[in-house]
């Protein structure tokens, strides 16, 4: 036991032989851990990290951390393995367990240093801070007040008040103070990526503060970046039935309404966004995107046309403008939309395609076998395809033909039969051309006499 005590002793006099816990001036503590902890000085880079973590909230990772402190978590645990017991082992993977945040791991072992040192300052201050950092804060109070009844605690009891008023919890402490306090942790997590840590601590500041604008915001953010977007309605519904005001911008509003795949909604949002400004780009496509859902094809018209003018070479944006140009009517737009895409897009078979069905559709049946052709040898899943559909192209105009020249056939059999079929000519009088021949032909020798006795000369 008194090696132990000595042992106590000498890590609270490492803690404090440097002014690490205001701010080291020459070398950042962090630095100089990453030093100490390369040069194989396990004990003290640990400890030195441990400082870094609890004065400067960090913007650090939690892998990142992980990284950092790889050889002496392998270290210390080998070390645990040949002798459970050992002091040094046991307290040194306490704090590496609580940089990581791995808290059952942490508490286990630093409540087992405690278990026979109870009167350790230093065991008392970091059980302090394990419970802060946990944000069971009463814990931490108590923890932190037994240090003041402890003239050789100063040090500690001066950290702990700094620490409790950096948490909005101290003594001089407002209720500003304290939310203020949560909030800079939560975005800490939340730049971190550590999304369920900075759910919990905006969950917490909404419970405490309703009307703080700040904690519901960044909430529907974080689940909008996480997708999950019934959560994130849920909190704009539930800020809309206490306050008369939004709680969110038409703009972000549409953003979430869009990704709910509620286009009917999006559409008056963005109604009277200036898309000009080369920064709504994205917004127009929303907009767009929303009037192509919701069927407004020729209000969607101009703004996929704006579109495909700066990205000329998206096949979506060319699909849904030619999708609105057909389904308004506009035949000429649409075919002439298909002819420049495929001139510069050649490779794209299956707008290819796409533009020939138009072209048989209209009739226009050479230019259908020209882009078919052009198109027959090039290697893609559609060749077999484009190859019948020549042949079959080229077999029906073959017929069309031979069905013409068939109908022609029919007309002049048809007018021949007529001729055939006319009644003969009666014995009415033959009017005479100026120079005494019959519009009808020659007669004979009698039926000229007879005409003579009838008519005189």
């Known amino acids: 036991m008194r090696r132990f005590g000595s042992f106590i002793f000498l890590i609270s006099v490492v803690f404090f032989s440097s002014p690490l816990w205001a701010s080291e001036k020459e070398i950042s503590i962090y630095w100089s851990a990453l030093d100490q902890l390369g040069k194989e000085n396990f004990s003290v ?57 791995q808290w059952p791991e942490a508490e286990e072992k630093i409540d087992k240093l405690r278990k026979k040192a109870p009167s350790s300052a230093l065991l008392i201050f970091i059980r302090g801070e394990f419970y802060l950092q946990r944000r069971l804060e009463e814990e931490a109070k ?153 069927k407004a094809y020729s209000e969607a018209i101009p703004h996929f046309q704006k579109l495909k003018e700066k990205d000329p070479d998206d096949p979506g944006l060319f699909n849904r403008l030619v999708t609105c140009l057909e389904q308004t009517g506009k035949t000429g737009e649409t075919l002439e939309e298909y002819r420049k895409y495929i001139e510069t897009h050649p490779k794209e078979i299956v707008f290819t395609l796409e533009y020939i069905a138009w072209l048989e559709r209209t009739n226009e049946l050479d230019k259908a076998e020209e882009q078919l052709k052009k198109i027959t040898d090039t290697e893609s899943p ?13 077999e029906y105009r073959l017929k069309k033909e031979e069905a013409k020249v068939e109908a022609a056939k029919e007309k002049i059999e048809v007018s021949t039969a007529f001729d055939e079929k006319q009644p003969p000519v009666s014995n009415s009088p033959v009017v005479t051309s100026t120079v005494g021949k019959s519009v009808l032909g020659s007669k004979s020798k009698n039926e000229l006499a007879l005409l003579k006795s009838l008519y005189g000369n």
């Open 45 to 101: 880079g640990v400890k030195k990290y441990y400082k870094f973590i609890i004065t400067s909230e960090p913007l650090l990772s939690v892998p990142c951390r992980k990284m950092d402190l790889s050889k002496a978590s392998r270290y210390f645990s080998d070390k645990l393995k040949q002798n459970p017991e050992d002091p040094k082992s046991v307290f040194s993977m306490g704090l590496i367990s609580r940089i990581l945040h």
């Open 142 to 294: 108590k923890a932190f007040a037994a240090l003041a009844k402890n003239p050789l605690a100063k040090n500690f009891f001066f950290l702990a008040k700094m620490l409790l008023a950096r948490s909005g919890i101290g003594e001089d402490s407002k209720s500003e103070d304290r939310k203020k306090s949560l909030l800079r942790i939560a975005f800490r997590h939340f730049d971190l990526m550590e999304y369920s840590q900075a759910e919990e601590i905006l969950l917490q500041v909404r419970k405490e503060y309703p009307e703080d604008q700040e904690s519901p915001k960044v909430l529907m953010q974080m689940y909008m970046e996480r997708q999950k977007f019934k959560e994130a309605d849920r909190i704009l519904e539930e800020w809309a039935r206490n306050h008369q005001k939004s709680l969110i911008t038409p703009v972000q509003e549409a953003r979430l309404r869009y990704f709910q795949q509620k286009y009917d909604k999006v559409v008056p949002l963005l109604k009277k966004i200036s898309f000009d400004d080369p920064a709504n780009e994205c917004l127009r496509l929303m907009y767009a995107e929303s009037l192509f859902v919701t």
């Open 382 to 394: 559609y060749k077999e395809y484009i190859a019948g559909k020549l042949e079959d192209l080229q």
